[in-house]
Nanobody, 119 residues
C-alpha cells in the first residue's frame, strides 16, 4: 500500500519557522523525485520545491528561494521542507508528491497539511 503522509503544519506568526515532513512507504523511494506543492482556494496547485532522488539537485519557486529548504533522507524514506521567515502569502495546504523517473510507475500525492501564517 502506497502512502505519503505529511505532518508539521499549523499556525505560525509572520517571520516564524515551520518544518514539514513527509513519510513515504509502499514504493521504491530512491526511484522518485520528491517535491512539495501548495494550493490556496481558487488557485492552481504550484510547485514549491523539488529534490532529485539522490538529493544532489534541488529547485525552488522564486517566491520561496532563500527562505525554504528541501531535504530528503533515503534511509528513512522522508522528505522535509524547512520554512523560515514565513509570510502570510505562504498560507496554503502543502502537499508532498512523488514523481517516478520511469514511466512504468505512477505519481503519488499525500493528503496535504495546512500551513497558516497569521498574526
Amino acid at each position: 500500500q502506497v502512502q505519503l503522509v505529511e505532518s508539521g503544519g499549523g499556525l505560525v506568526q509572520p517571520g516564524g519557522s515551520l518544518r514539514l515532513s513527509c513519510t513515504a512507504s509502499g514504493f521504491t523511494f530512491t526511484g522518485y523525485v520528491m517535491s512539495w506543492y501548495r494550493q490556496n482556494p481558487g488557485k492552481e496547485r504550484m510547485l514549491v520545491a523539488a529534490i532529485a532522488p539522490a538529493g544532489g539537485n534541488t529547485n525552488y519557486a522564486d517566491s520561496v528561494k532563500g527562505r525554504f529548504t528541501i531535504s530528503r533522507n533515503n534511509a528513512k524514506n522522508t522528505v522535509d521542507l524547512q520554512m523560515n521567515s514565513l509570510k502570510p502569502e505562504d498560507t496554503a495546504v502543502y502537499y508532498c508528491k512523488a514523481t517516478p523517473l520511469s514511466t512504468r510507475f505512477s505519481d503519488y500525492w499525500g493528503q496535504g497539511t495546512q500551513v497558516t501564517v497569521s498574526a
